[in-house]
Nanobody, 123 residues
Framework: QLQLVESGGGLVQPGGSLRLSCAASGFTLDYYAIAWFRQVPGKEREGVSC????????YYGDFVKGRFIISRDNAKNTAYLQMNSLQPEDTAVYYC????????????????WGQGTQVTVSS
C-alpha cells in the first residue's frame, strides 16, 4: 500500500517549536518532490514548503518568514518540517504530499497525500 504518514503535531505555546515528520511506505521518496500544505476549516489548502528531489532546492510560503525548515532523509524515506517561532495563526492541519514532477503550490500537482496532523498554537 502506497502511503504517506505524518506525525509530530500537537499543542504548543506561541513561540514554541514542533518538528513534523512524513514517512513514506510502499514507495521510495528519492524521486519525489515533497511538500507540506496546511488547511484550516473553511479555507483552501495552503502551501507551506517544498523540497525538490533533483537538487534539494527548497521553497517556502511568504508567511514562513524564515521560521520553518524543510528537509529530507532519503535513507529513512522520510521528510521533515521543523517549525520554530510558532504563532496562533499557524494553527492548522498539516499535510505532506509527494509529486513525481516538481514542487508546486497547487495541490492538484501531487500524487500522494498523508492523512494530516493537527498543529495547535495556543497559550
Amino acid at each position: 500500500q502506497l502511503q504517506l504518514v505524518e506525525s509530530g503535531g500537537g499543542l504548543v505555546q506561541p513561540g514554541g517549536s514542533l518538528r513534523l515528520s512524513c514517512a513514506a511506505s510502499g514507495f521510495t521518496l528519492d524521486y519525489y518532490a515533497i511538500a507540506w500544505f496546511r488547511q484550516v476549516p473553511g479555507k483552501e489548502r495552503e502551501g507551506v514548503s517544498c523540497i525538490s528531489y533533483r537538487d534539494g532546492s527548497t521553497y517556502y510560503g511568504d508567511f514562513v518568514k524564515g521560521r520553518f525548515i524543510i528537509s529530507r532523509d532519503n535513507a529513512k524515506n522520510t521528510a521533515y518540517l521543523q517549525m520554530n517561532s510558532l504563532q496562533p495563526e499557524d494553527t492548522a492541519v498539516y499535510y505532506c504530499a509527494a509529486s513525481q514532477v516538481k514542487c508546486s503550490w497547487y495541490p492538484a500537482g501531487y500524487d500522494y497525500w498523508g492523512q494530516g496532523t493537527q498543529v495547535t498554537v495556543s497559550s
